[in-house]
């Protein structure tokens, strides 16, 4: 899920310009045009790291399923105390009816982010979420049988936000780029008018 | 990567719909199949009480040739993997396999652990927590459940016997089942499960699909080709059958492509007026 790069000399220049200029003093003394593009390098860059959150919000499931997988048994084994205090566990088809709603009103929820083009992203917070039912699942000793059922929730949740998020990047990326080229056209086009 | 419109339009849809349709499906698999575990545990609890009822008179009147019989007729049945009845002490009174009587039974067993793991016996369990599942010596995957056989007055009041009063157990019925039926069944409501998952998921998609390339790209298309011999000069294209939202898309681009060829048009009989005009002048000076 790459974002398609710069390639333009403008973007270069303006990459130039970023590294080489000092801070507030020039700032005023630059010229309208540069500082919009310099805008436009910086929101450029914001959104190449936004677009790879979704990777590493997948990654950090992966890693909290390999866990899952074995159980837990690496995290050091509650007290029976702590237990106590901690209460009965719901039952498992409790944990599996709210594991298919949430499932169900993620996806609807990312769709409809999808719809309105909206640029927000809440993968993090999902794999809050899937860790939680995880442990509800571990807590209540059915881990094993469901295990493969909230890593599908898991991955489709967290595919959709992804995909949603890199292709809302790379769109906005795109109009950057576009932003960044229509003066140098302009200029171009000035010129052979001119000529 | 994902650059044609076909391609952001379905794959959402595909992964939200195969996503969802796994997880529901293994959900329901997971949720059946402890419903199965269940019933066959509150069907060998409901055995256990049988073989225990069966066998009441005969305990009672110490006979134990026809508890013996009992236990091998049962035992002789088709899925059953053991029937045992042992005494308070684990020692093996009655088997359906004569080579294991006189023997006792390991308390730290799965079957036995659930009442024997604190100092003082657990005397009442739930039937769940009975049930245990285990691969036998024949690798045969077995549910067995253990049901307590309990003092009643009869027995401590009976001649012939010595139990006394406060003893609350006298013994353990142990049987266990043959768990490949449900298995079996398992692994065939697994197979229609998949199946019906991937007839969902194609019509589903397929469906999105085939209505997404009907009522969306092959008219898109159809404008594209339009626009595009428009835009190799070609001024009188065709460009019809086009239904739907893009209905008035098709007619703004046919509007225009039609504007565009009246202008040329008349550009051209300017440009044929300018030229008799010219040709006239030209005649004029020559006659002159």
């Known amino acids: ?195 | 990567m994902l650059r044609s419109l076909t391609a952001r339009a379905i794959v959402p849809v595909a992964v939200a719909v195969t996503g969802f349709v796994i997880v529901c499906c293994i959900l329901l698999y997971s949720v059946m199949k402890s419903d199965m575990i269940n019933d066959a545990v509150s069907y060998e609890v409901n055995l256990a009480d049988t073989i225990i009822k069966s066998t009441r008179y005969a305990m009672l009147k110490s006979d134990r040739e026809t508890v013996s019989n009992i236990i091998d007729n049962i035992g002789s049945q088709d899925g059953i993997e053991h029937v045992r009845i042992f005494n308070k002490k684990g020692l093996i009174m009655f088997s359906q396999q004569h080579d294991e009587i006189n023997r006792y039974v390991d308390k730290k067993t799965a079957g036995c652990i659930g009442c024997h793991a604190g100092t003082v016996p657990n005397a009442t369990i739930r039937d769940m927590e009975r049930a245990r599942r285990f691969v036998n010596k024949r690798g045969t995957e077995v549910i067995a459940i253990t049901a307590p056989i309990y003092n009643e007055p009869a027995c401590y009041t009976a001649s012939c016997h010595f139990h006394n009063s406060g003893q609350k157990i006298l013994g353990t019925l142990d049987i266990g089942l043959s768990a490949a039926p449900l298995l079996k069944t398992l692994s065939v409501m697994r197979g229609r499960m998949m199946v019906f998952s991937i007839m969902v998921l194609i019509l589903s998609v397929g469906g999105v699909a085939a209505l997404l390339r009907r009522h969306v790209f092959v008219p898109l298309r159809e404008i594209k080709a339009f626009t595009a011999k428009v835009n190799r000069g070609n001024l009188s294209p065709e460009l019809s059958g086009i239904s739907g939202e893009l209905t008035d898309l098709a007619g703004d681009v046919r509007a225009m492509a039609s504007r565009l060829r009246n202008a040329v048009e008349e550009l051209e009989k300017l440009r044929g007026c300018r030229e008799e005009a010219k040709e006239k002048a030209g005649v004029n000076a020559n006659s002159v």
């Open chain 1, 1 to 195: 899920m790459a974002v398609p790069p710069p390639g333009r000399t403008e973007i270069t220049l303006a990459m130039k310009n970023q590294a080489t200029h000092s801070p507030q003093p020039e700032d005023a003394e630059r010229p309208p045009a540069q500082k919009g593009a310099q805008e436009s390098m910086e929101k450029i860059r914001r959104l190449k790291a936004k677009a790879s959150r979704g990777l590493f919000a997948l990654a950090l499931f992966i890693a909290v399923s390999i866990g899952a997988v074995q159980n837990f048994e690496f995290l050091p084994t509650f007290s029976p105390h702590i237990r106590a205090v901690l209460g009965t566990p719901p039952s498992a088809n409790m944990i599996s009816a709210a594991l298919m709603l949430y499932s169900f009103s993620a996806i609807i929820l990312i769709l409809s982010r999808m719809m309105s083009g909206s640029g927000s992203y809440s993968g993090f917070s999902h794999v809050g979420y899937l860790t939680a039912f995880f442990a509800f699942y571990h807590f209540s000793g059915a881990l094993d049988e469901n295990f493969w059922a909230v890593f599908a929730a898991g991955i489709t949740v967290l595919g959709l936000e992804s995909y949603h998020i890199w292709t809302f990047c790379t769109e906005e990326i795109k109009k950057e780029q576009e932003n960044l080229a229509a003066p140098a056209r302009n200029r171009g086009s000035g010129e052979g008018a001119g000529e």
